[in-house]
């Protein structure tokens, strides 16, 4: 879905040179993710699962890769 969105981002950044709905939410959406995946971290007691969370809220709050958030923790 969000592939979808881009063409709209990037025809609102050619014509009036900046993007207030689509990029905005996108970015929220990644630190929302990234939120989660700490709150798992926090409250697991399992060390397995409190690194794996960890390095998804890192990858996912950093770099914006939310896949391993959202197969691997969440």
């Not at 969000?2 to 990029?23: C, K, R, W």
């Not at 926090?42 to 896949?67: F, N, P, Q, Y």
């Amino acid at each position: 879905m969000h592939m979808a969105l881009n063409s709209g981002a990037f025809q609102m950044l050619e014509t009036i040179g900046y993007d207030p709905i689509v990029m905005p939410v996108m970015v929220l959406n990644n630190l929302n993710q990234g939120a989660a995946c700490l709150a798992v971290a926090v409250k697991r007691k399992s060390k397995e699962v409190r690194s794996l969370a960890l390095s998804c809220a890192i990858t996912v709050i950093i770099d914006g890769v939310s896949e391993p958030a959202i197969m691997g923790s969440v």
